[in-house]
């Protein structure tokens, strides 16, 4: 990453010290050009803090974070952007980490991420967060933008299929989807084909957005004029095209390697998690559970309409154990409808458990990624969570479309 | 001497009281700058490094925040060392700051558990109250060493 200009990040938090990852935090903010200030308040500040807020909390150290907000919104003090944490597993932490970033975002147009750690929080982890954070600071104006102009190119380069798409005036004009074997040829392969099917040659294309794992390293040889992080990009992406540009929405994005839900205010990412540890919350569950149905993955999701979860025993969602179980359950005589609407309940119910807990779900509930297209995973979410979920047109290109529409912002630049 | 553990954990005028009457404070901040001085440390100052939450497991267990264990990772061995104790309920922040309710919930259940001498004292509001205070808590102190509270008394 180059060098770009300094972003000052407000730290509101309570335990991050003694959880013994501030300098993990520090030092994922050094790598995204950022530095962690944490705003002056007096105590008198604190003592009234309770009462302007209308919470009362017995932690002081949560108090001290409030007081600090107000002091951000109030303009006492300078800051770019807000990263706003606190223990996992601390219910009154919980509340404040959310009244906080609500009241920010309500009263201040600094953009807000908000973060339960745990003492194994590394820079790592923060890094991709941080990242978007900081973008989403730097390139507000941009992430404003409602329409794709021109004709620009996306490719979202993921750590299981390349995507790439070609707009025109807003519409997709051209697609392409190919597995992610090297990086750099299957991003060419898609391209080409999205390319082929749009009628164009890359002289055409007036300006390049790439996301995903891949993007650094395509992003140098495309020369793209946007090299850019998946959650600013999906949120973007997700809210353009269902329709939702305005007003708050929840993205949710199944990929085949990690999940990630995004919790988006007017196109603007706030809350957000990347899980990705557990192959059995993932794409890659439904994939092997298709193997094993002797059916191709796109038919997985016809299957599990028509199919009973509950007619199937699933003791485990590890993909290890999970596919045991679906075995086992075949061997005894269920139908491949039943266990394809298990598999699907079971990868949906393992992300409503590890990421939305963390996650404010609010409608429009949108699904995207290639998973978003079986059937099966959106219907499950829609039972879990009782809510009506939107899966757009071009669900599985949602990186490439985000990027392609941000990317027009640089044509003539 | 005797060993005596003080809440707020890190309150100076505490820390500061005991010493005078005579007794050693066992104190957050002493915890602290053992961890800032030892030599080693990837970027000093930090209050604590990231194996403590783990020690804190000792005293808290996997589900508790990891805060309130890296915490604990500083006052548990303080609150094993101690003979006696002094609580200031419901203290203003600048008086020492308790930042999580949930440790200070814990070590004031520890401290009460432990069965040693214990003094409990309500935060002072107004001068008169704020003598009463340093007078009750030089009273508590000179009757450790009367009555030989603890194994180092003198």
């Given at each position: 990453?180059?060098k770009?200009?300094?972003?000052?990040?407000a730290?509101?938090?309570?335990?991050s010290v003694?959880?013994?990852?501030?300098?993990?935090i520090?030092m994922?903010a050094?790598?995204?050009d950022?530095?962690i200030?944490?705003?002056?308040?007096?105590?008198d500040?604190?003592k009234?803090?309770?009462?302007?807020?209308g919470?009362?909390?017995?932690?002081?150290d949560l108090?001290?974070?409030?007081?600090?907000?107000?002091?951000?919104?109030d303009?006492?003090v300078?800051?770019?952007?807000?990263?706003?944490?606190t223990?996992f597993?601390?219910?009154?932490?919980a509340?404040?980490?959310?009244e906080i970033r609500r009241?920010?975002?309500e009263?201040?147009?600094?953009p807000v991420?908000?973060?339960?750690f745990?003492?194994?929080?590394?820079?790592?982890?923060?890094?991709t967060?941080?990242?978007?954070l900081?973008?989403?600071?730097?390139r507000?104006s941009?992430l404003?933008r409602?329409h794709?102009?021109?004709?620009?190119a996306?490719?979202?380069?993921g750590?299981?299929?390349t995507?790439?798409?070609?707009?025109?005036?807003?519409?997709?004009?051209?697609?392409?989807?190919v597995p992610?074997v090297k990086?750099?040829?299957?991003?060419?392969?898609?391209?080409?084909?999205?390319?082929?099917?749009?009628?164009?040659?890359r002289?055409?294309?007036?300006?390049l957005g790439?996301?995903?794992?891949?993007?650094f390293l395509i992003?140098?040889?495309?020369?793209a004029?946007?090299?850019?992080?998946?959650?600013?990009?999906?949120?973007?992406g997700?809210v353009?095209?269902a329709?939702?540009?305005?007003?708050q929405?929840?993205?949710?994005?199944i990929?085949g390697?990690?999940?990630?839900?995004?919790?988006?205010q007017?196109?603007?990412?706030?809350m957000f998690?990347?899980g990705?540890?557990?192959a059995?919350a993932?794409?890659r569950?439904?994939?092997m559970?298709?193997?094993?149905?002797?059916?191709?993955i796109?038919?997985?999701?016809a299957?599990?309409?028509?199919?009973?979860?509950?007619?199937?025993?699933?003791n485990?969602?590890?993909?290890?154990?999970?596919?045991q179980s679906?075995?086992?359950?075949l061997a005894?005589?269920?139908?491949?409808?039943?266990?394809?609407?298990a598999a699907?309940?079971?990868?949906v119910e393992?992300?409503?458990?590890?990421?939305?807990?963390e996650?404010?779900?609010?409608?429009?509930l949108?699904?995207?990624?290639?998973?978003?297209?079986?059937?099966?995973?959106?219907?499950a979410?829609?039972k879990?969570l009782q809510?009506?979920?939107?899966v757009?047109?071009?669900?599985?290109?949602?990186?490439a479309?985000g990027?392609?529409?941000?990317a027009s912002?640089f044509i003539?630049k | 001497?005797?060993?005596?553990?003080i809440y707020?954990?890190n309150s100076?005028?505490?820390?500061?009281l005991?010493d005078?009457?005579?007794?050693e404070?066992?104190?957050?901040?002493?915890e602290?700058?053992?961890?800032?001085?030892t030599?080693?440390?990837?970027?000093?100052?930090i209050?604590i490094t990231?194996?403590?939450?783990?020690?804190g497991l000792?005293?808290a267990?996997?589900?508790?925040?990891a805060?309130v264990?890296?915490?604990m990772?500083?006052?548990?061995?303080?609150?094993?060392?101690?003979?006696?104790?002094?609580?200031?309920k419901?203290?203003?922040?600048?008086?020492?700051?308790?930042?999580?309710?949930?440790?200070?919930e814990?070590?004031?259940?520890?401290?009460?558990?432990?069965?040693?001498?214990?003094?409990?004292?309500?935060?002072?509001?107004?001068e008169?109250?704020?003598?009463?205070?340093v007078?009750?808590?030089?009273?508590?102190?000179?009757?450790?060493?009367?009555?030989?509270?603890g194994?180092?008394?003198?």
């Open positions: 990453m180059g770009e200009n300094l972003v000052k990040i730290q509101l938090s309570c335990g003694y959880s013994g990852i501030q300098q993990e520090e994922a050094g790598m995204v950022a530095e200030i944490y705003p002056e308040i007096t105590i500040d604190v009234v803090v309770q009462e302007e807020f919470l009362q909390v017995a932690s002081p108090r001290l974070m409030m007081a600090r907000a107000k002091a951000l919104v303009g006492k300078r800051a770019d952007a807000v990263l706003i944490a223990c597993r601390c219910a009154e932490g509340l404040v980490r959310n009241y920010i975002h009263n201040s147009k600094l991420i908000s973060y339960s745990t003492e194994r929080t590394t820079a790592a982890t923060l890094l967060r941080l990242e978007a900081t973008t989403t600071a730097r507000r941009l404003a409602e794709q102009e021109g004709l620009t996306g490719i979202d380069s750590s299981t299929t995507k790439a798409v070609i707009m025109k005036d807003d519409k997709v004009v051209g697609t392409g989807w992610t990086v750099m040829e299957s991003a060419t392969e898609a391209l080409d084909n999205a390319m082929k099917e749009a009628g164009i040659t002289d055409d294309i007036q300006a790439v996301t995903g794992y891949g993007r992003g140098e040889e495309f020369k004029s946007l090299i850019q992080e998946e959650i600013t990009v999906n949120s973007k997700a353009y095209l329709g939702f540009q305005k007003g929405a929840t993205v949710i994005d990929g390697m990690d999940n990630k839900a995004i919790s988006v007017d196109g603007i990412p706030g998690t990347m990705g540890i557990c059995g993932s794409g569950f439904l994939e559970t298709a193997k094993r149905l002797g059916v191709d796109t038919e997985l999701g299957l599990a309409v028509k199919g009973m979860r509950e007619n199937v025993e699933m485990s969602y590890c993909i290890v154990f999970g596919i679906l075995v086992n359950s005894k005589g269920s139908s491949a409808d039943d266990v394809a609407a699907c309940f079971s990868v393992q992300v409503f458990m590890q990421q939305l807990q996650v404010e779900v609010k409608e429009p949108i699904m995207v990624g290639g998973s978003a297209l079986i059937a099966g995973v959106p219907r979410m829609e879990l809510i009506k979920v939107t757009p047109p071009y669900a599985q290109y949602i990186g479309v990027a392609a529409l941000l912002g003539n | 001497m005797v060993k005596v553990f707020p954990s100076l005028i505490l820390s500061d005991v005078r009457f005579g007794h404070p066992l104190a957050m901040m002493q602290i700058g053992k961890n800032i001085r030599a080693g440390l990837d970027s000093p100052p209050n990231p194996e403590d939450p783990k020690r000792k005293y267990a996997v589900e508790v925040p805060g264990r890296g915490r990772s500083l006052l548990g061995p303080l609150l094993e060392e101690a003979e006696a104790g002094i609580i200031v419901e203290p203003d922040i600048s008086f020492g700051c308790m930042g999580c309710a949930r440790t200070n814990l070590i004031n259940f520890l401290v009460r558990a432990k069965k040693i001498p214990l003094l409990e004292l309500n935060y002072p509001n107004t008169e109250d704020a003598k009463t205070f007078y009750r808590i030089r009273e508590f102190l000179d009757g450790l060493s009367a009555s030989g509270t194994k180092g008394d003198e």
